[in-house]
C-alpha cells in the first residue's frame, strides 16, 4: 500500500535562499512522525509544503508532494481546497494569531462545523478539554496560549483529517501547558486513526510520543527511521550531535555539548553533505559528492560514512 | 465609572479643541487685510462712516473684548446675526444644511459602494510583483488632482455643450472621484494587511474558499482604516465642499462660508468654521465607537 504522505526531492528557494534542498519524507497512514533540526533547518517549509501553504515569495523548483496518491503541487485550486478539507489539518505555532481577532471562538468553530453538516460546538470543545460555557463565547485575545491552542486544534480536527500537522504547535506555551496539549493532538489523532508530522525542536518529546524521527539538516532529511533506533543509537553524525546537546539528553552535573560550528545558509544546491563543515568524520568525498541515502539498520541516513560509524556515534558523553 | 471617565475625558478635549480652532479662525479673520467696514462701504467712505458702521457692530472694541462677547453668546447657543442679511446664523446655515447633506450622501455612498468593493477585489487578485500598476495609478490621480480643476474642467465641458450644470449629480460625482479613489486605495492595503495574517493561512489551510474567508475572516478585520477614512470624508464633506459648491452654484454651507469670508461677514465664517470642527469631532466619536464594535480587541479598553 502506498503511504499516506510521500515528499521526494522537493527544492524550494525563497528568493537567492534554498529552504529546502530536496528532501524526503514518507509518513504511513497512522503513525506519528516527529520532524527534529535547528532553526533554520528547513521544517517549516516543509511542513507549509504538504498543503502547498508556503508564502508567495517561495517557488518550488524540483520534488514531488502526495498525499494519498494525489500530487498536491499539481492540483488545480478546487481539488487542492477539498484535498485541504477532507484530508489534512493544520496547527500553528502561535494560537491566538492563527484565530480570528474579530469573531467569537464559538462561531469560528460554527462556521468550521457548518461545512460536515454538525453544530455541535459544545462536543467539540470538551475533545479538547475546554468548558464551552466559558470559551464559546470568548473573542480569540481573551484566551490564554493554551486555551487558543486547544480551540485551533479542535478547528484543525473537526474534520477528522487523515493528516495533521502541527509546526511547532507548543513553542510559545508555558511548559505546564505543552504536555496537556500535546496529549489532547496525539489522543484526538489516535481517536481518529489521523497520522501526525510534528515539527519540533523538542528531542526527548519527540521520543516519547512518536512512532518516526525524521531528522532535517540544510533543507533535507538525513536521517529517519523508528524514534527509538534513531535518538538512541543514531546513524548520521548530526543526529548524534544534535542528540548531545539536548538538555535533557545528558544527566545532571554532565556538560552539554553544543553542535560546533553555525547552520548552513545555503543558496543553491549543496555540492557535497550540508554538514561536512561541522562534522568530525568528515572525509574528502563528503564535501563535493552528495550523499544518497543508505540504510544503517532500521534507519535511512544521508551520510557516506554512515556504514563505517556504526556503533561509534554516541549520544550520551 | 471608567466608561464615565472616557467619556468625560472626550468631551473635555474636544471643547478645548474647538476654544483652540475658535481663537484661530477670530485671530485669522481680525489679521486679514481690509474689514467689514471698508468691504462694505467701499474705498471711498468717510473714516466718520467706517467708525459709525464698526460701533453699530462692536468693531471697535478690542479684539479680546468681541472674542469674549462672541464666546459667551456661543456658550448660550447663540451663533450671532449675519452682518449682510441680519440674519440670525444658525437660521441661515439650517436653511443650507439639507443641500450640504444631499451632496455628502451622494459622495460618500458612491465612495462606499464603489470603492470597497475595488479595493478588497483589487487586494485579492494583487500577485507579488504585481503592485497592481493600472488601479495604483488611477487611484493616484483621483486621489491627487484637485477638486477646482476637476470640477472647472467638468463646469466648462458640460456648459460649452449647452447642457445643465444645475442638480446633484455632476459636484456629487466631481467629489466623489476623490472619495472613490481614497475609499479603493485604502481598502486594498487594509485587506492586504489582513490576508498575511495568520488567521487567514489557517483559513485558507482549512480548504475554505477565497471568498468565503474575504466575507468572514478578511471585511471585518479590514473594516477599521476604512471606517476611519469614510468618517473623515463625511465630516470633510458635510462641513461644506466649498470649492465644488461654489464653481456649481449650489446653495450650501460651503459657498454660504466662502461668500462671507469675501464679504468679512465675521458672525457666519465663525459659526462655519466651528460648525465643520464640530462636526469632525462628532465624526471621530462616532467612529472610534464604531470601531471598537466591530475589532473587540479596542472595544475592551473603556
Same mark, same amino acid.
Request: glycine share 10%; proline share 6%.
Given at each position: 500500500?502506498?503511504?499516506?504522505?510521500?515528499?521526494?526531492?522537493?527544492?524550494?528557494?525563497?528568493?537567492?535562499?534554498?529552504?529546502?534542498?530536496?528532501?524526503?519524507?514518507?509518513?504511513?497512514?497512522?503513525?506519528?512522525?516527529?520532524?527534529?533540526?535547528?532553526?533554520?533547518?528547513?521544517?517549516?517549509?516543509?511542513?507549509?509544503?504538504?498543503?502547498?501553504?508556503?508564502?508567495?515569495?517561495?517557488?518550488?523548483?524540483?520534488?514531488?508532494?502526495?498525499?494519498?496518491?494525489?500530487?498536491?503541487?499539481?492540483?488545480?485550486?478546487?481539488?487542492?481546497?477539498?484535498?485541504?478539507?477532507?484530508?489534512?489539518?493544520?496547527?500553528?505555532?502561535?494560537?491566538?494569531?492563527?484565530?480570528?481577532?474579530?469573531?467569537?471562538?464559538?462561531?469560528?468553530?460554527?462556521?468550521?462545523?457548518?461545512?460536515?453538516?454538525?453544530?455541535?460546538?459544545?462536543?467539540?470543545?470538551?475533545?479538547?478539554?475546554?468548558?464551552?460555557?466559558?470559551?464559546?463565547?470568548?473573542?480569540?485575545?481573551?484566551?490564554?496560549?493554551?486555551?487558543?491552542?486547544?480551540?485551533?486544534?479542535?478547528?484543525?480536527?473537526?474534520?477528522?483529517?487523515?493528516?495533521?500537522?502541527?509546526?511547532?504547535?507548543?513553542?510559545?506555551?508555558?511548559?505546564?501547558?505543552?504536555?496537556?496539549?500535546?496529549?489532547?493532538?496525539?489522543?484526538?489523532?489516535?481517536?481518529?486513526?489521523?497520522?501526525?508530522?510534528?515539527?519540533?525542536?523538542?528531542?526527548?518529546?519527540?521520543?516519547?510520543?512518536?512512532?518516526?524521527?525524521?531528522?532535517?539538516?540544510?533543507?533535507?532529511?538525513?536521517?529517519?527511521?523508528?524514534?527509538?533506533?534513531?535518538?538512541?543509537?543514531?546513524?548520521?553524525?548530526?543526529?548524534?550531535?544534535?542528540?548531545?546537546?539536548?538538555?535533557?539528553?545528558?544527566?545532571?552535573?554532565?556538560?552539554?555539548?553544543?553542535?560546533?560550528?553555525?547552520?548552513?545558509?545555503?543558496?543553491?544546491?549543496?555540492?557535497?553533505?550540508?554538514?561536512?563543515?561541522?562534522?568530525?568524520?568528515?572525509?574528502?568525498?563528503?564535501?563535493?559528492?552528495?550523499?544518497?541515502?543508505?540504510?544503517?539498520?532500521?534507519?535511512?541516513?544521508?551520510?557516506?560514512?554512515?556504514?563505517?560509524?556504526?556503533?561509534?556515534?554516541?549520544?550520551?558523553? | 465609572?471608567?466608561?464615565?471617565?472616557?467619556? $468625560?475625558?472626550?468631551?473635555?478635549?474636544?471643547?478645548?479643541?474647538?476654544?483652540?480652532?475658535?481663537?484661530?479662525?477670530?485671530?485669522?479673520?481680525?489679521?486679514?487685510?481690509?474689514?467689514? !467696514?471698508?468691504?462694505?462701504?467701499?474705498?471711498?467712505?468717510?473714516?466718520?462712516?467706517?467708525?459709525?458702521?464698526?460701533?453699530?457692530?462692536?468693531?471697535?472694541?478690542?479684539?479680546?473684548?468681541?472674542? $469674549?462677547?462672541?464666546?459667551?453668546?456661543?456658550?448660550?447657543?447663540?451663533?450671532?446675526?449675519?452682518?449682510?442679511?441680519?440674519?440670525?446664523?444658525?437660521?441661515?446655515?439650517?436653511?443650507?444644511?439639507?443641500?450640504?447633506?444631499?451632496?455628502?450622501?451622494?459622495?460618500?455612498?458612491?465612495?462606499?459602494?464603489?470603492?470597497?468593493?475595488?479595493?478588497?477585489?483589487?487586494? &485579492?487578485?494583487?500577485?507579488?510583483?504585481?503592485?497592481?500598476?493600472?488601479?495604483?495609478?488611477?487611484?493616484?490621480?483621483?486621489?491627487?488632482?484637485?477638486?477646482? !480643476?476637476?470640477?472647472?474642467?467638468?463646469?466648462?465641458? &458640460?456648459?460649452?455643450?449647452?447642457?445643465?450644470?444645475?442638480?446633484?449629480?455632476?459636484?456629487?460625482?466631481?467629489?466623489?472621484?476623490?472619495?472613490?479613489?481614497?475609499?479603493?486605495?485604502? *481598502?486594498?492595503?487594509?485587506?492586504?494587511?489582513?490576508?498575511?495574517?495568520?488567521?487567514?493561512?489557517?483559513?485558507?489551510?482549512? $480548504?475554505?474558499?477565497?471568498?468565503?474567508?474575504?466575507?468572514?475572516?478578511?471585511?471585518?478585520?479590514?473594516?477599521?482604516?476604512?471606517?476611519?477614512? *469614510? !468618517?473623515?470624508? *463625511?465630516?470633510?464633506?458635510?462641513?461644506?465642499?466649498?470649492?465644488?459648491?461654489?464653481?456649481?452654484?449650489?446653495?450650501?454651507?460651503?459657498?454660504?462660508?466662502?461668500?462671507?469670508?469675501?464679504?468679512?461677514?465675521?458672525?457666519?465664517?465663525?459659526?462655519?468654521?466651528?460648525?465643520?470642527?464640530?462636526?469632525?469631532?462628532?465624526?471621530?466619536?462616532?467612529?472610534?465607537?464604531?470601531?471598537?464594535?466591530?475589532?473587540?480587541?479596542?472595544?475592551?479598553?473603556?
Amino acid at each position: 500500500m502506498n503511504p499516506l504522505l510521500e515528499v521526494d526531492g522537493l527544492v524550494v528557494d525563497y528568493g537567492r535562499a534554498r529552504a529546502l534542498d530536496g528532501a524526503d519524507l514518507r509518513v504511513a497512514a497512522g503513525q506519528t512522525v516527529g520532524v527534529v533540526g535547528e532553526s533554520g533547518s528547513g521544517k517549516s517549509t516543509l511542513g507549509a509544503a504538504i498543503g502547498r501553504l508556503l508564502p508567495r515569495q517561495a517557488r518550488v523548483e524540483a520534488g514531488e508532494v502526495r498525499v494519498a496518491g494525489e500530487r498536491v503541487l499539481a492540483l488545480r485550486p478546487a481539488e487542492l481546497r477539498r484535498l485541504r478539507r477532507s484530508r489534512l489539518g493544520f496547527v500553528f505555532q502561535d494560537p491566538i494569531a492563527s484565530l480570528d481577532p474579530t469573531m467569537r471562538v464559538g462561531r469560528q468553530l460554527r462556521l468550521v462545523l457548518g461545512r460536515t453538516g454538525r453544530d455541535d460546538v459544545a462536543a467539540q470543545l470538551a475533545r479538547v478539554g475546554l468548558d464551552a460555557d466559558r470559551v464559546a463565547s470568548a473573542y480569540p485575545h481573551q484566551l490564554s496560549g493554551g486555551m487558543a491552542q486547544r480551540v485551533a486544534i479542535a478547528l484543525a480536527m473537526a474534520a477528522s483529517p487523515e493528516l495533521l500537522v502541527a509546526d511547532e504547535p507548543t513553542a510559545s506555551l508555558d511548559a505546564q501547558v505543552r504536555e496537556k496539549v500535546l496529549d489532547v493532538v496525539f489522543a484526538l489523532a489516535a481517536g481518529a486513526g489521523t497520522s501526525i508530522v510534528w515539527l519540533s525542536h523538542d528531542l526527548p518529546a519527540v521520543a516519547r510520543r512518536c512512532d518516526r524521527v525524521a531528522v532535517m539538516y540544510g533543507g533535507r532529511v538525513v536521517e529517519s527511521g523508528p524514534a527509538a533506533a534513531v535518538l538512541g543509537a543514531p546513524a548520521h553524525p548530526y543526529t548524534a550531535a544534535l542528540a548531545a546537546s539536548a538538555p535533557a539528553a545528558a544527566p545532571p552535573g554532565v556538560r552539554l555539548r553544543p553542535v560546533p560550528g553555525r547552520p548552513p545558509v545555503l543558496t543553491g544546491p549543496s555540492p557535497g553533505c550540508a554538514f561536512e563543515p561541522r562534522c568530525p568524520f568528515a572525509e574528502e568525498r563528503c564535501a563535493v559528492e552528495r550523499p544518497a541515502p543508505v540504510r544503517v539498520g532500521e534507519q535511512d541516513a544521508l551520510c557516506h560514512r554512515a556504514a563505517d560509524l556504526t556503533g561509534e556515534l554516541e549520544v550520551v558523553a | 465609572m471608567r466608561l464615565l471617565l472616557w467619556w $468625560g475625558g472626550r468631551a473635555l478635549s474636544s471643547a478645548v479643541t474647538l476654544l483652540g480652532i475658535s481663537v484661530l479662525i477670530f485671530a485669522a479673520l481680525r489679521l486679514m487685510p481690509g474689514g467689514f !467696514a471698508e468691504t462694505i462701504l467701499g474705498p471711498f467712505a468717510t473714516p466718520e462712516q467706517k467708525a459709525a458702521l464698526a460701533a453699530r457692530y462692536g468693531l471697535d472694541q478690542s479684539v479680546l473684548a468681541q472674542y $469674549g462677547h462672541w464666546l459667551a453668546a456661543v456658550g448660550t447657543g447663540d451663533l450671532g446675526t449675519s452682518m449682510i442679511s441680519r440674519q440670525p446664523v444658525a437660521a441661515e446655515l439650517a436653511a443650507r444644511l439639507p443641500v450640504t447633506a444631499r451632496l455628502t450622501l451622494l459622495a460618500v455612498a458612491a465612495a462606499v459602494l464603489a470603492g470597497v468593493p475595488l479595493g478588497v477585489v483589487t487586494a &485579492v487578485r494583487a500577485r507579488p510583483g504585481g503592485g497592481g500598476g493600472a488601479g495604483r495609478l488611477l487611484s493616484g490621480l483621483g486621489v491627487s488632482v484637485p477638486e477646482f !480643476a476637476l470640477g472647472s474642467l467638468v463646469v466648462f465641458v &458640460v456648459s460649452r455643450y449647452g447642457l445643465q450644470t444645475t442638480g446633484y449629480l455632476l459636484p456629487a460625482a466631481v467629489l466623489s472621484i476623490f472619495a472613490i479613489s481614497a475609499t479603493a486605495r485604502t *481598502t486594498r492595503d487594509a485587506v492586504l494587511g489582513v490576508l498575511v495574517e495568520q488567521h487567514i493561512t489557517a483559513a485558507v489551510a482549512r $480548504g475554505e474558499t477565497p471568498w468565503f474567508i474575504v466575507r468572514h475572516h478578511v471585511l471585518r478585520n479590514a473594516a477599521g482604516p476604512v471606517l476611519t477614512l *469614510t !468618517a473623515t470624508v *463625511t465630516a470633510y464633506l458635510l462641513g461644506g465642499a466649498l470649492i465644488v459648491e461654489y464653481l456649481f452654484n449650489l446653495p450650501g454651507i460651503g459657498s454660504y462660508v466662502v461668500q462671507a469670508v469675501g464679504r468679512r461677514d465675521y458672525a457666519v465664517v465663525q459659526a462655519g468654521v466651528l460648525l465643520a470642527a464640530a462636526v469632525f469631532i462628532v465624526m471621530n466619536v462616532l467612529v472610534d465607537l464604531l470601531v471598537g464594535l466591530v475589532d473587540p480587541r479596542l472595544g475592551r479598553r473603556a
